[in-house]
């Protein structure tokens, strides 16, 4: 190799290396940094058979290989001797294979049955799917909420599922394979955190216009944090607020601008039956919005609350011609959502 072609070489594997290490600097979304045992009973046998195939692909590329070279054609060589026909032979190389899958089915079969066991003593959750956000409702609990899971670190955690509309699938890489959720039927999956951590999910079924924006976060908290945060969804919220406040203004907009025909605010507005849009009334605790396709941040409200079509192409909300004024207090009164 010449000086300039190796300097070249060298270069291309050092970018080559940045950028893999770039790939798992910011993975929120690897599926091989398990971190729950969910995740990791998938993990290992992903690795059982991945090592498998190495063994596979070097025994196979070897005899290969070794046949290119050692039967090569040379002057004054004999042709080897043919081997097509050969009822042994074949039998050998097809049974060979079949006993390997045989072998790999016993721990996939025994995987499977394990991650759609139901865990005891687990936190029972449902999330039902909407074109193009998670709903979160906790039966045990009543609490609603959308966009944000959060469960309890180091504890089973039971989701039953299903769709609103079309097919969705739900996938936090780092806890659980995928699943579908489906209209009118109910679908199962296990979650379980080893410690408090946030984790990203994504909708693993094309579903519409904004699938790639129907994303989610979980969050796992600690056993007293959780506590904490389920006695605070449980609340009200607060209805009265200070007289003449931005935030009060933006009430008063809330409530009649329309957005009480989709959205609930518990103690605010309360209605009965489904609302098809996510509940508000701890908005200002998710950190992050709109199928968590934009972090919770006035700027983003801003964007969003101007003209939601255009940040997420087809939404069910509206563009309702607020003013800069409007959109102002209503951030002013989201914010007190707590
Ligand atoms: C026709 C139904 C409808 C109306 C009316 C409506 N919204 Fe929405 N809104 C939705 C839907 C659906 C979403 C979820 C969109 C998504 O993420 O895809 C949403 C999302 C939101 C979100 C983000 C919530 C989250 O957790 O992601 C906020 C904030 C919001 N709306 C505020 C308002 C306000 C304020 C009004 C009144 C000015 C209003 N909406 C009127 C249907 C509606
Ligand atoms: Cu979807």
Redesign the pocket.
């Given at each position: 190799m010449s000086k300039k072609s190796l300097f070249r070489y060298r270069n291309f594997s050092i970018f080559s290396l940045l950028f893999l290490s770039a790939c798992i600097e910011n993975a929120p979304m690897d599926s091989l940094s398990p971190a729950g045992p969910y995740a990791r009973t998938i993990d290992d046998l992903f690795w059982l058979t991945f090592w498998i195939a190495v063994g596979v692909f070097f025994i196979v590329q070897g005899a290969l290989v070794f046949a290119v070279f050692y039967f090569r054609d040379m002057p004054g060589k004999p042709e080897p001797k043919q081997i097509h026909g050969n009822n042994i032979l074949e039998l050998t190389w097809t049974i060979i294979p079949v006993l390997i899958l045989a072998a790999i089915a016993v721990p996939t079969v025994r995987t499977v049955f394990d991650l759609a066991r139901e865990p005891e003593n687990a936190l029972k959750v449902e999330v039902i799917g909407?074109?193009?956000?998670f709903e979160y409702k906790y039966p045990d609990y009543g609490i609603t909420t959308?966009?944000v899971l959060v469960i309890p670190e180091d504890t089973p955690v039971r989701l039953e599922m299903w769709s609103n509309d079309v097919l969705h699938n739900y996938w936090v890489p780092k806890l659980n394979g995928k699943r579908y959720l489906v209209p009118g039927q109910k679908t199962y999956l296990n979650l379980h955190a080893d410690s408090a951590e946030e984790f990203w999910a994504q909708c693993g079924e094309y579903c519409g216009l904004?699938h790639s924006k129907m994303r989610g976060r979980v969050i796992s908290l600690s056993k007293k944090d959780f506590e904490n945060w389920v006695n605070n969804e449980k609340l009200d919220a607060q209805k009265e607020l200070p007289e003449g406040s931005l935030a009060a203004e933006g009430q008063q907009?809330?409530l009649n601008?329309?957005?009480t025909?989709?959205?609930v605010i518990n103690g605010v507005w309360d209605v009965q039956g489904d609302r098809?849009?996510?509940n508000?009334t701890h908005?200002a605790n998710?950190n992050v919005?709109?199928?968590a396709s934009l972090d919770n941040n006035k700027e983003n409200?801003t964007k969003?609350?101007a003209n939601?079509p255009e940040v997420?192409p087809g939404?069910?909300?509206?563009n309702?011609e607020?003013s800069e004024k409007e959109i102002e207090a209503?951030i002013a009164y989201?914010g007190t959502l707590k």
């Open positions: 909407h074109q193009w956000w959308a966009n904004s907009v809330y601008a329309g957005c025909q989709c959205h098809i849009a996510p508000l908005f998710r919005l709109a199928g409200l969003w609350l939601p997420k939404t069910f909300m509206p309702l607020l209503l989201l």
